[in-house]
């Protein structure tokens, strides 16, 4: 099969192309610094030509709601046109396990909307919706960190290695399209604080974690929002065993 992916240099689509390609696939990673733009819709066209199937794990560069919303409405609105100008059988997106349970928070929001768009495009689909990822961790203390102290609310989350989102969202792009959404998230449930104390004691650096209900990107989100429920697949590798080999 030959396997577009767009986002294909970023965390999740680098490792999914490598997976796509060990399997015996042509996977093609296409970003903007290869030429395609999803946004402007510049090289769609000639990217997405014979793939049987388009994987979208390309992210917004911001995180503000108008922007976020902009990106993703019009990077799948151009990416639907392209596929179906191309006959493309099966687009895999990736998306946010809970996304439609906070529609205050604008991020989500606009993710909603880019499920919304591929949903009503008219090209087969399958949505993997992930929890956060491992590697999410240790950029959310850094920006909740003031005077050495990592500030985090006890918000509970199951976070998840990128490595076995980059699996899912393969295994999703071999299979035939699902018309649905399936969920996938780490094996433990976790409070945000602990995960700071987790990773503070396995890598050091003189900071200490307050526990802060105020405190940054996931204060104030409800209760079982980033955990998933019980439908959700639960991949195999735990956080801290994952801190010791990264």
Not at 5 to 26: C, K, P
Not at 108 to 128: H, L, M
Not at 156 to 176: F, K, N, T
């Amino acid at each position: 099969m030959k396997i577009v992916v767009i986002g294909g240099t970023g965390l999740i689509g680098s490792q999914v192309v490598a997976l796509l390609r060990d399997r015996g696939h042509e996977a093609v990673a296409a970003s903007p610094s290869q030429g395609v733009d999803t946004v402007t819709g510049e090289g769609l066209a000639a990217a997405v030509q014979g793939a049987d199937a388009v994987v979208d794990v390309s992210n917004s560069p911001s995180f503000e709601t108008e922007a976020a919303l902009d990106f993703f409405t019009r990077s799948a609105r151009h990416l639907i046109e392209a596929e179906r100008a191309a006959g493309v059988r099966h687009h895999v997106t990736l998306s946010i396990v809970g996304v439609g349970r906070v529609p205050d928070y604008g991020y989500y929001r606009a993710k909603v909307a880019q499920e919304e768009a591929v949903r009503d495009g008219g090209v087969p689909f399958s949505i993997v919706r992930a929890t956060q990822f491992f590697e999410f961790i240790a950029p959310v203390m850094d920006m909740s960190t003031e005077e050495g102290r990592v500030r985090l609310p006890s918000t509970r989350l199951r976070p998840i290695a990128s490595a076995d989102v980059a699996s899912a969202v393969a295994e999703a792009a071999q299979g035939e399209p699902s018309y649905g959404v399936r969920d996938i998230a780490g094996p433990e449930v976790h409070r945000l604080d602990r995960l700071g104390e987790i990773t503070l004691a396995a890598k050091p650096d003189g900071r200490t974690v307050v526990t802060d209900e105020s405190a940054g990107l996931f204060a104030g989100m409800p209760d079982g929002v980033l955990v998933g429920d019980d439908t959700a697949h639960l991949a195999a590798t735990r956080y801290e065993d994952w801190l010791r080999r990264s």
